[in-house]
């Protein structure tokens, strides 16, 4: 009887040759999604002296980049990184500089900025969906790759804690519309290095007949089902703590200060939940966690409704954060498993849809309510959002996908693609 193999460690992943460079790439241009909400509130508000425009360019903005992901991330299928990024990044980025130069002075009509926000959105390039299932394509053993992808949920939450402190310092010394220049510069940057980097050379556009003699359970979404249900959950009930929080800082008398640290204590509790979650080699399959981690996420919230004070709140918060990266790891790498040769890219970008999605729509939801209901029974409704969410879902927890992952897995047969989550994140990732 062999032994077993030793557990990977974060260390490996970065020891296989090409990750190094790809992920540091990537990360310039992602940084770009951590500052482009703020950056455009901030430009359009400066430039029609109205927060209603600069809320309503910012909604556009979202809507187009959220609710087109799945359609750029299948011409990343369909043509390759190489071939699509570069055109989207470059067109993005253009469309950001042309909206950061009407911004720049006062005076250029709502409806100009409205539409070339519009028009960026539509553009905005799936930079996580094709780096996640990138990782499919350079890792071979599925324990690394489950670390590859806590790691990279890790660095989203760092992204976008980082953002809108870089947003802040740049407007202290220039207009707004700098801080969009800058996210411009960014992702055309980051993007450009990270298609020519080596791991993204080797990728080839999916090829037809194995994608329509594998791919009918996939198309049917029953595979996808899931994780794109839970995604949706956490993305409703995460998106209403911003509002919940500022509602319970007001309410107990407190500063608007004091938001963001709660709020930062929800995202180290989702990055302390996301590295110990990738460092653990879990017995249980990923599809029976999956409900566990959206009902855990669920009772936090519920259980922040009951807190006394601000300390007791955050720890609330906190524990609530430790759920959130591991279930959405874990959405993604189900969806990485079940998407056949060639929609590996798209599979990803329908569960970041619905985070993003479920995102805006519970603030919205959650600001219907909060006037009308008692603070503590909104962070309730908060919570069982994500625990119907898993409990759902448990319906939906099917058997494995035919070919989906084991410990390790052969090289693929032929040339395919494999390209490929807070409030308001309707930029992430693209």
Request: include cysteine; charge should be positive; glycine fraction near 12%.
């Amino acid at each position: 009887m062999s032994a077993p193999a030793p557990r990977p460690s974060y260390a490996a992943f970065f020891r296989i040759p090409p990750t190094r460079h790809t992920f540091t790439a990537a990360l310039i241009g992602r940084l770009s999604y951590g500052m482009v909400s703020l950056a455009v509130m901030l430009s359009v508000t400066e430039a029609t002296g109205s927060y209603a425009a600069a809320g309503t360019v910012m909604a556009l903005f979202g809507a187009t980049s959220v609710l087109l992901s799945p359609v750029r991330a299948a011409l990343i299928d369909r043509h390759g990184p190489r071939r699509a990024l570069i055109p989207m990044a470059s067109l993005y980025a253009t469309l950001l500089a042309t909206l950061a130069t009407a911004a720049w002075r006062p005076g250029t009509p709502a409806p100009a900025l409205g539409a070339l926000a519009v028009t960026a959105g539509a553009c905005t390039p799936p930079l996580g969906p094709t780096v996640r299932a990138l990782w499919g394509e350079v890792v071979d053993d599925n324990r690394v790759l489950q670390r590859a992808y806590s790691l990279d949920g890790i660095a989203e939450e760092i992204l976008f804690v980082s953002g809108p402190l870089l947003v802040g310092a740049v407007v202290q010394f220039a207009p707004p519309a700098a801080a969009l220049a800058l996210c411009a510069l960014l992702v055309w940057a980051g993007t450009l290095a990270f298609v020519l980097s080596p791991a993204v050379a080797g990728v080839r556009p999916a090829v037809t007949k194995p994608v329509a003699r594998t791919g009918r359970r996939f198309r049917d979404g029953r595979a996808l089902l899931q994780p794109v249900v839970v995604a949706a959950g956490v993305g409703l009930s995460v998106g209403a703590v911003d509002l919940l929080v500022m509602a319970y800082a007001t309410r107990h008398h407190h500063g608007n200060d004091v938001v963001a640290w709660v709020l930062a204590a929800l995202s180290l509790g989702s990055a302390l939940g996301g590295l110990l979650n990738g460092a653990v080699d879990w017995r249980t399959p990923a599809r029976a966690r999956l409900p566990l981690l959206a009902g855990g996420l669920g009772l936090a919230l519920a259980a922040a409704g009951l807190a006394p004070g601000l300390g007791t709140l955050t720890v609330a918060v906190a524990c609530a954060g430790f759920f959130v990266a591991p279930a959405l790891t874990t959405s993604y790498l189900i969806a990485d498993e079940a998407a056949p040769p060639g929609r590996r890219t798209q599979a990803g970008a329908w569960v970041n849809t619905a985070v993003n999605a479920g995102s805006a729509s519970g603030t919205a939801g959650v600001g219907l309510l909060v006037g009308h209901l008692p603070l503590g029974l909104c962070f309730a409704l908060s919570g069982t959002v994500a625990v119907a969410a898993g409990l759902l879902s448990v319906r939906q927890a099917g058997p494995r996908p035919r070919g989906a992952r084991g410990t390790a897995r052969p090289a693929p047969d032929g040339p395919q693609s494999h390209s490929g989550p807070q409030a308001q994140r309707s930029s992430q990732n693209g």
